[in-house]
Nanobody, 124 residues
């Protein structure tokens, strides 16, 4: 599994972004995939996770209702749709893959595989 995150950028408060996490390795559909974020000077925070087949999702309360995670295993990709963005959503967003189901994901998860971050900046 080799993950790469993309889709970050600068957006005004209230705007939307769609992040993508693509896999250039094998066995993508064998893992749950999720997103974390880390703002400068803050700890890493869990955002969302989706099961291997895409039928189960788990969201952090801080963004629940504003984000949707989805996946397309045929395209080796997971997406994070973020709406109604706030300045406090500014962070580097990382995707990760792990064998544990979404319900087991949290900010302390040491996922098996990580992609590099994509920067999201929300201006007020």
């Amino acid at each position: 599994v080799q993950l790469q995150a993309s889709g970050g950028g600068l957006v005004q408060a209230g705007g939307s972004l769609r992040l993508s996490c693509t896999n250039s390795g094998r066995f993508f559909s064998s893992y749950a995939v999720g997103w974390f974020r880390q703002a400068p000077g803050k700890d890493r925070e869990f955002v969302a996770a989706i099961s291997r087949g895409g039928s189960t999702t788990h969201y952090a309360e801080s963004m629940n209702g504003r984000i949707t995670i989805s996946r397309d295993n045929a395209k080796n990709a997971v997406y994070l749709q973020m709406n109604s963005l706030k300045p406090e959503d500014t962070a580097a967003y990382y995707c990760a893959a792990d064998s544990r189901p979404p319900a087991a994901w949290g900010s302390r998860l040491k996922a098996g595989y990580w992609g590099q971050g994509t920067e999201v900046t929300v201006s007020s």
